[in-house]
């Protein structure tokens, strides 16, 4: 504990670039970015403690606390990026409730590996993605109208991320969060991920987790019809064909065989689709 007094932060490296969809892009307001940029850098740390290798879920934790504590107030240092989401929720008038709640799913990533069935894993996201789109939503005084959508998009986006990593975090967190219900129906075992491609039984699983995502997505489509603010019902619809493209890809792809990620056009379709949403 005396070390996460110091700085409870462990950053990776990874910033906003790294992500499958623009975070606090020049889409949206300029007043506004910083905010979201705050919230996103807050989130990164907690993220990458909760998926450090050589941390252990005690001091995982206990670091997890310390951010918590300084967002609230409880603290006055410890955590800089919590300090500065801290600064800005009090300048925005915005509820600390979603970071909060990231944290929830950050402690159940230092503590739980595997997860039963879709259920198990859809309440994961309600704390670890649902929370960011919210967060957003909130900050550009969006109605809750919103928010079925905006959970659907970032639930849709969260699995997407678990498919493009499931090999790397087995290995190297020995954490799996394809669902053992879903496994076990498919004939998959957790040994096939170690493979350097997909088998049948995993691919069959990888699939029947994308139908869920397609499905979300559809719901997703709703969110920029919602979206009051412009510039961000211009991001919200990039961000959605984003995840549609993503999931696309997924399916054709091996996340095994090689990361399958989105690439340059796939950002530019997805922008010239998103300009339909402008008036």
Same mark, same amino acid.
């Given at each position: 504990m005396s070390a996460a007094a110091d700085s409870a932060e462990a950053w990776s490296g990874k910033d906003r670039g790294d992500e499958n969809f623009p975070v606090g892009s020049a889409l949206i307001a300029a007043r506004l970015r910083p905010h979201v940029h705050a919230f996103y850098a807050f989130a990164r740390n907690a993220d990458?403690?909760?998926?450090?290798?050589?941390?252990?879920?005690?001091a995982k934790l206990a670091? &997890?606390?310390?951010?918590?504590? =300084?967002?609230?107030?409880?603290? @006055?240092?410890g955590s800089a990026s919590a300090a500065r989401l801290r600064d800005s929720l009090a300048a925005t008038g915005t509820t600390d409730r979603h970071a909060r709640d990231l944290l929830i799913a950050f402690r159940q990533d230092a503590t739980q590996r595997r997860y039963a069935d879709w259920a198990a894993l859809y309440d994961y996201c309600r704390h670890s993605a649902m929370p960011v789109g919210r967060h957003v939503l909130d900050l550009h005084g969006e109605s809750r109208d919103t928010w079925a959508a905006s959970d659907a998009l970032c639930t849709a986006l969260q699995v997407e991320n678990h498919l493009q990593d499931c @090999?790397?975090?087995?290995?190297?967190?020995? *954490?799996?969060?394809?669902?053992?219900?879903?496994?076990? $129906?498919? #004939?998959?075992?957790? $040994?096939?991920?170690?493979?350097? /491609? @997909? /088998?049948? $039984?995993?691919?069959?699983?990888?699939?029947?987790? &994308?139908? *869920?995502?397609? $499905? &979300?997505?559809? /719901?997703?489509?709703?969110?920029?019809? *919602?979206? *009051?603010?412009r510039r961000l019902r211009l991001e919200t619809a990039v961000i959605v064909g984003l995840s549609r493209r993503l999931a696309a890809r997924l399916r054709r792809g091996?996340?095994?065989?090689?990361? =399958? @990620? &989105? #690439?340059? /056009?796939?950002?530019?379709?997805s922008i010239l689709a998103a300009l339909r949403f402008l008036p």
């Open positions: 990458d403690i909760a998926d450090s290798a050589t941390l252990d879920p005690a670091r &997890l606390d310390v951010m918590e504590a =300084v967002l609230t107030g409880a603290r @006055a240092a @090999a790397a975090d087995l290995a190297t967190l020995d *954490r799996l969060y394809l669902p053992a219900e879903l496994m076990a $129906a498919h #004939g998959a075992e957790v $040994a096939d991920l170690r493979a350097p /491609s @997909a /088998s049948p $039984a995993l691919r069959a699983v990888l699939d029947a987790l &994308l139908d *869920r995502c397609d $499905a &979300l997505n559809r /719901s997703a489509g709703a969110l920029p019809r *919602r979206t *009051r603010d091996d996340p095994l065989a090689g990361r =399958v @990620a &989105l #690439g340059k /056009s796939d950002a530019l379709g």
